[in-house]
Every structure is written in structure tokens, then in C-alpha cells.
């Protein structure tokens, strides 16, 4: 079954609102949470690494004061994208690692952000 | 260094057929190897994933055969069937599965009935 779920599947906001995404780890504690972002018919580009109790690291070329990453707990991470702008519409995707067998890196099943 | 390069693009094969997608990669740090698969609209689905100590590893119909020496590492699709149409992303990091991914540029993949 899934391991890791996300809320909500899908938005759409208007330019210049923000907008939070949650990523919940069901059944297990998760210290670190990955966000990644998905163009139409494009890779996954990392965005940040979330880690609980500290700051997110984020990657090259992520604005932090834009999308605002916050691990509260063991199980909740959440990516706020802040005075959204059609461009920041993507598709918003996190993982966990999960220990089972030999642990693996799991994905959440995407928020689809659309702004308008 | 940090990229992986993953082809085809795109592939189209018939039912029952064996799909084969293959991945390069320069950076030797990278000890973890997993495939994903992702149909529209959905997150992608951990497939199989392969640690350098070994060189072939199979779940089902799907087989990983990696290439320490060539740095490059393949998806078999064995049987190939027409639900196995989707995109599949291969991926490396360096630290194991609990570290951040690189991924392919992935390659879609049709199965023809």
C-alpha cells in the first residue's frame, strides 16, 4: 500500500496568493522529506531536502523565500508556494525513505498546481 | 558529473516483447540505482532499484543489469504488456536511497497490443 500521501491533489489559485502543499508519511517516522517539482513531459528536478527540527537545504536556483518548506514533525512536511505566478504551476511531488527490506525512497502521488 | 543520461526517449514495442531502456552515468559516487515508473498524472512508483554489489537483479518481470566498469546500468521488461505503456525514469544518488536523486530524463514507453 502507499506509504506516503499528499494533500491536495490538485489546485488552482490566482497570481500572487500562496498556496501550501502537505506530504504525510503514513505509519512511519520520516526525518528527512525530498520536494520535487515535474513540467509537462519533463524530469523530476529536486527542489529541496526537508529535514525535521532544521531548515530545508535547498537546491541551486530555488528561490527559499518563495517556497517556504517547513518539517514540523515526524510524519508532515509541507511546501508553501508564496505570491504564486503562472510560471510556479507544475506538478509538486515529495518522497520519504522508507526502511522496509533494505529501504527505499518512496513518492507521494503529486499536487497539481495550477495558477491563474 | 551529477547528470544521468537515460535513453530512448521514447519506445515503442509489441506485445510479449522485451522493452530495454538504458543509463549512463560519470559520477562513481553514486551507489544506489532505482527505476520508476509514472503514468499521467500520478507520482512515480518505485519499480526496482540495484546497489553496485551486484550486477543483475530481477523482480518479476523486471530486470536491472548494471555495469560498474561502464557506469551504465539497464531496465529489461520481459512479456512486455500494453498497461506497461507509462514513462520510466531511472535515477542514482549518492549515500543510498535515503539521499537525494538525480534523475534520467526518462523515456515513454508504448506496448503495443
Known amino acids: 500500500g502507499a506509504v506516503v500521501s499528499q494533500h491536495p491533489s490538485w489546485v488552482i489559485c490566482k497570481s500572487g496568493t500562496s498556496v501550501k502543499i502537505e506530504c504525510r508519511s503514513l505509519?512511519?517516522?520520516?526525518?528527512?522529506m525530498f520536494w520535487y517539482r515535474q513540467f509537462p513531459k519533463q524530469s523530476l528536478m529536486l527542489m529541496a531536502t526537508?529535514?525535521?527540527?532544521?531548515?530545508?537545504?535547498?537546491e541551486q536556483g530555488v528561490e527559499k523565500d518563495k517556497f517556504l518548506i517547513n518539517h514540523a514533525s515526524l510524519t508532515l512536511s509541507t511546501l508553501t508556494v508564496t505570491s504564486a505566478h503562472p510560471e510556479d504551476s507544475s506538478f509538486y511531488i515529495c518522497?520519504?525513505?522508507?526502511?522496509?527490506?533494505?529501504?527505499?525512497?518512496?513518492f507521494g502521488p503529486g499536487t497539481r498546481l495550477t495558477v491563474t | 558529473q551529477q547528470q544521468v543520461k537515460q535513453s530512448p526517449q521514447s519506445l515503442i514495442v509489441q506485445k510479449g516483447g522485451i522493452s530495454i531502456i538504458n543509463c549512463a552515468y560519470e559520477?562513481?559516487?553514486?551507489?544506489?540505482f532505482p527505476w520508476y515508473q509514472q503514468f499521467p498524472g500520478k507520482g512515480p512508483a518505485l519499480l526496482i532499484a540495484?546497489?553496485?554489489?551486484?550486477s543483475e537483479k530481477k523482480e518479476g518481470r523486471f530486470t536491472i543489469s548494471f555495469n560498474k566498469s561502464a557506469k551504465q546500468f539497464s531496465l529489461h521488461i520481459m512479456d512486455s504488456q500494453p498497461g506497461d505503456s507509462a514513462t520510466y525514469f531511472c535515477?542514482?544518488?549518492?549515500?543510498?536511497?535515503?539521499?537525494?536523486?538525480?534523475f534520467g530524463t526518462g523515456t515513454l514507453l508504448a506496448v503495443q497490443p
Open positions: 518522497s520519504v525513505y522508507f526502511l522496509a527490506g533494505v529501504g527505499e525512497q518512496y
Open positions: 526537508s529535514n525535521e527540527g532544521s531548515k530545508a537545504t535547498y
Open positions: 540495484i546497489r553496485p554489489d551486484v
Open positions: 505509519d512511519f517516522q520520516a526525518t528527512t
Open positions: 559520477n562513481t559516487a553514486f551507489d544506489y
Open positions: 535515477a542514482a544518488s549518492i549515500g543510498g536511497a535515503t539521499n537525494k536523486l538525480i
